[in-house]
């Protein structure tokens, strides 16, 4: 039987320059290497509990070309790529040229390259809000007869759709099947705890990642165990 490992694609991106601080985390490549890495790091970890004689190292181990990794699915949205106005100038801003649209695009367009990785979209709610930033709020409190708001104290508060759907329908479908007796969740959200749950009901070991950050209580209480993916050294290629 083999691990498949499912991905909180927003979770991962905010994770990634601590887990990976040796990496760029602005390079979509840097990033599947992680996301490679991470998934060969809980295969090894597997491997060697079974065969403790086996040595494998995560760093130049190919679980794509084993029968070990069963996919690695990756959930995430696409981002917006409306036109919009700025809260306060009320400026025309085109979402699609922003640095974060291209990049999340850059970093899709590359995982759709990658062997044996399942990227999932969702989509972001076109009803969203302007919501000041937490340093723009503390600006305000600290003076509050004084301080100016621009454009450049809010963000965008927007809702994914549909991530929860489709990682609790993959689950549910592996689980069922009997494709794979181990699922590692690299994810924070109790969002995620049904699907957990369900897993565990059909006797699929799940395993959390949260890459060295917070998970919620609920979360935490419903999985086998916990691990923290973390690599600081040099990238290396397998031969």
């Given at each position: ?55 494998l190292e995560p760093n130049t181990f190919r ?94 508060d927007v809702v994914q759709k549909g991530v ?76």
């Amino acid at each position: 039987m083999s691990t498949a490992i499912v991905v909180d694609g927003a979770f991962f991106l905010r994770r990634f320059r601590s887990s990976f601080p040796s990496l760029d985390s602005n390079d979509p490549k840097d990033i599947a290497w992680g996301l490679t890495y991470l998934a060969g790091w809980h295969i090894a970890l597997k491997r060697r509990a079974e065969l403790p004689d086996e040595t494998l190292e995560p760093n130049t181990f190919r679980p794509q070309e084993t029968s070990h990794l069963y996919r690695v699915f990756f959930y995430d949205c696409a981002p917006l790529t409306k036109k919009v106005h700025r809260p306060v100038s009320k400026r025309s801003l085109d979402l699609s040229k922003t640095e974060t649209a291209l990049f999340r695009i850059a970093v899709h367009e590359h995982l759709k390259t990658v062997r044996k990785v399942a990227l999932r979209l969702g989509r972001l709610n076109d009803d969203f809000i302007w919501r000041p930033k937490p340093e723009a709020m503390k600006k305000w409190l600290l003076d509050t007869a004084n301080f100016v708001p621009d454009d450049t104290d809010f963000e965008l508060d927007v809702v994914q759709k549909g991530v929860d759907m489709r990682l609790g329908l993959d689950v549910a479908s592996m689980a069922f099947k009997r494709q794979v007796d181990q699922i590692i969740l690299v994810a924070a959200d109790a969002d995620f705890v049904p699907a957990v749950k369900l897993a565990r009901r059909e006797g699929i070991d799940v395993v959390l990642d949260t890459m060295g950050g917070h998970a919620a209580h609920d979360l935490v209480s419903h999985v086998d165990g916990v691990r923290n993916c973390r690599f600081a050294g040099q990238k290396k290629e397998a031969e």
